[in-house]
């Protein structure tokens, strides 16, 4: 019962109900392979990441007979089973662009779709390039750490001599829902997040902003585009402003997740409402986090949101570093941009940076006897 089927028309991990865990990494081809180191790579880690999914070990297992050599698994999943992982994978930008001299080192430069622009930067950015881009990613997410974290694992074993994993990031709590199964998670600031999410019951919205259709070329076609951000947020601060003042900033009430304009959780935004203390005032923030980021102010454009919850240790000053690896998947990546661009005089960016980055094209499923991103090939 704990697993999610491999195959299909669009790649697992989008709409799947969204786990627990995350382990995202993200790979970079070594210089000098060519278009067939890697189309073995994705051959190899189609077969790897349907072994993975289905909660059975890789190749011959952990265990296999000739004890001169060093066992195909690892072996430390041994007996977690599926634990709901999915294996999303992404392909880089850079991987169209020339390299070492080569003008189109892996031959795919004529199926490069229209809409894979870099991104741009944006006000407030402090990207760190060693958090950022990649020619290859790959979103691990499972109820279990060790299930994820087997899993990037050994797909980084496999890569060995044709890519190598230049990051990666564990979050360890959801903080979207992605099925109304689901109740809403909560991010650290304390807030409920992914209550306006993409559902995967919204079949129109899920054609219309995020999966690519015919506009794409043939191996983006019911594919996405995955935006990773990992924002730090100083919560020191933050746990500092009265509960008024967050409450302010999101837009909607700390505990229950409404709207300031009234409602519970669920109830539509009415940016028209007046304060009732302050009537001169509207009730939701100008630049609230919740009318800048709201469709109704992005030209109607709504985004998957599929992130989670990371703490990388914490620095001297006594303060964790804490944040949000915020992942969205849209049709274009053009639609992200449009957002972010509106969350520049957001209230929220006293208390947060972007540290990282990165856009990916996530091809469409892999159809049985298929391997990854094949049609990229074809
Ligand atoms: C909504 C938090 C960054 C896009 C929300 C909500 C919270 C929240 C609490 C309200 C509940 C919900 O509908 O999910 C945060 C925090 C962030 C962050 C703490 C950074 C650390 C971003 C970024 C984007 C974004 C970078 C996209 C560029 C959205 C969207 C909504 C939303 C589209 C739904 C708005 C609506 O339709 O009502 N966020 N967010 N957020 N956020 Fe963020």
Redesign the pocket.
Known sequence: GSVVPFFGAHQAGITTPAQDRLHFAAFRMLSGTTRDDLVALLQEWTTAAASLTSGRSIGTGSEPDNALLPPDDTGEAEGLHAAHLTLTFGVGRALFDPRDGIDDPYGIRARLPQAFEPLPSFAFDLLEPDQSDGDLCVQACADDPQVAVHAIRNLARIAAGSAHLVWSQLGFGR??STTRAQD?P????G???????VMSEEREALDEFVWAGSEAPAWMNGGSYL?A?K???TIETWDRASLGEQERI???TKLA?G?LSGGDEFAA?DFTAADAVDTASPAIDMAS??RL????N?AG???L?R?YNYVDGSNTLGQLGA??F?I?YQRDPAA?VR??R??KS?L?NE??R?IGSGLWAVPRGVRRGEYLAQALFE
Do not use: C, E, W
């Not at 909560?186 to 600031?189: A, I, M, T, V, Y």
């Not at 807030?191 to 999410?197: E, L, M, Q, V």
């Not at 980021?293 to 109704?296: D, G, I, K, N, R």
């Open positions: 903080t979207s809403t909560r991010n650290l600031f807030f409920k997040d992914g209550t306006a999410n935006v951000r924002i730090q947020m999101i837009g909607r997740g709207p935004a986090h919740l980021a709201h469709p109704t992005n454009v709504r985004l949101r992130g944040g949000l915020f969205s992200f957002v972010q509106s969350l957001d929220l208390y947060i972007h």
